[in-house]
Each structure stands twice: as structure tokens, then as C-alpha cells.
């Protein structure tokens, strides 16, 4: 018997393109999902996230690119939140810091990848309750250094006055009363009083330099910095997020 390939019985015999395609997308889509589970638990293990948070972060990460393999400072824009904050600039700058990377490079980057988002991410989890006393002093240091690094603007080890003084005007930027030389009276001030708590008596002719990262911690002992970074400017609702069109 001869089937003209024309025929509806042709049709139905011959296997059509999607056919042949389906199961190599699906084999290509499991393999791609398995090495993303692959790379998600070493992340787990790096960062301290579960896989849960890890999958969640990635959504918000992909919300924030809009699917892109990127990140650049301008996607932030999208959180609206965020830009309540007085010093949103340098919240924003620090998930480009390669100081916050956990790989010992200092400088900026103009984007970064999914890695690098959690592993800046990962200063802001709340610590293990089950974590020894030692390693949960490691991650308050490593918390209060993400901060330090924050207003180390140029990496010199030392956050001068020039430098507080910019934080302080950004803090009272909001409000509108005060001039520009109250704040800078302010700040000076806040600074002078940092030296007589963390250097004691100072002679008329010594200059502060500045705040070092060992006074630093002196300065917030006591603050249970643990529980007040939190990434609240992040949140949004992931239910209503739609992969492909």
C-alpha cells in the first residue's frame, strides 16, 4: 500500500517539528534546572541561606533585572522603597563594593551577578541561633564591616570627618529646617564626641583622623546590630511575578 504524504494518514505518522523538539527542550530545561539546584546549594553553604531563600532571592533578583543575567545600580529604581531612604546612594554602591563580595578585591563593578547580589544579600540575614558564641561574634564583625565599608567611601581604613559629614547630611536631609552649617555643626560635634569616647584626651594640637574600624566596634558594643539590618527595602510580591510574557 502506497500513503501519499499528502494524506491525513501521512500527517498523523510523520512526527512534526514541536515533537521532535519537546523532549530535547524538556531534557535541556531539567538539565539547566539541575545544575541551577547544583549551584544553589553551593550558595546555601557559602551564605548560610536555605534553598527556599536562595530560590526566593533569585526571583526578586530576576523582578530587579527583569530577567537579565545582570545587575546594574539603575535597576534599584524599581524599589520603591528605597528611595525613602536618606542615604540610598551608598546602600545602593555597596552591592557593587567588591569589599562585600567575601573575596578580598577592593574597588567598584558596574554590575553584578546572582553570586555576587546574595553574597551582599547574606550581611543582612539574622545569624543562626544555633551558631557557637565565637561564630556568632564572627558574623557580628563581618555585619559591622559591611557597615564600615559603607561610609569608607575611599577605602583608607578610616572614616574621616569629611566623610561622616557627608553621612551626617544625608540623615538630616530630610529635614527641611536645618541649614546647610547646622549640619556640618552637627556632625563635627557627633565627631569630636566619637574621639573623646573612643581616644579620651586629645592636646590642642592633635588632629582626629578619623574613625578606624577598631573604634568603630567600640563605638556600637552593646547595639545588637543582628537583628537591626534587615533588607525591608527588597520586599515585594512575588505571586504576581510571570516568567516569559
Given at each position: ?70 545587575l ?6 524599581k ?65 559591622l ?101
Amino acid at each position: 500500500m502506497v500513503i501519499r504524504t499528502d494524506s491525513p494518514v501521512a500527517a498523523a505518522a510523520s512526527p512534526t517539528p514541536r515533537d521532535t523538539l519537546c523532549p530535547i527542550l524538556s531534557l535541556a530545561n531539567n538539565m539547566g534546572a539541575s545544575q541551577s539546584e547544583h549551584e544553589f546549594k553551593d550558595l546555601a553553604e557559602r551564605t548560610g541561606f536555605s534553598l527556599d531563600q536562595i530560590k526566593n532571592l533569585h526571583q526578586r533578583f530576576k523582578w530587579l533585572t527583569n530577567h537579565q543575567e545582570t545587575l546594574r545600580q539603575e535597576d534599584f529604581e524599581k524599589v520603591s522603597h528605597l528611595s525613602l531612604n536618606p542615604i540610598k546612594g551608598q546602600i545602593v554602591k555597596a552591592f557593587f563594593d567588591k569589599r562585600n563580595f567575601g573575596k578580598h578585591e577592593v574597588g567598584l563593578v558596574e554590575e553584578i551577578g546572582f553570586e555576587e547580589f546574595l553574597m551582599v544579600m547574606s550581611h543582612f540575614k539574622l545569624p543562626n541561633k544555633k551558631l557557637t558564641d565565637e561564630d556568632t561574634e564572627d558574623v557580628r564583625t563581618e555585619k559591622l564591616r559591611f557597615l564600615f565599608n559603607m561610609h569608607d567611601t575611599d577605602n583608607d581604613g578610616t572614616i574621616t570627618l569629611e566623610e561622616y559629614r557627608h553621612l551626617v547630611e544625608k540623615l538630616l536631609s530630610t529635614c527641611e529646617t536645618l541649614e546647610q552649617d547646622t549640619s556640618l555643626a552637627i556632625a563635627d560635634a557627633a565627631m569630636l564626641e566619637v574621639a573623646r569616647i573612643t581616644v579620651g584626651h586629645m592636646e590642642p594640637h592633635e588632629v582626629y583622623e578619623g574613625i578606624t574600624f577598631e573604634q568603630f566596634q567600640q563605638i556600637l558594643k552593646g547595639v545588637q546590630i543582628e537583628t537591626k539590618m534587615n533588607v525591608r527595602f527588597l520586599q515585594m510580591d512575588t505571586t504576581t511575578m510571570r516568567c516569559g510574557k
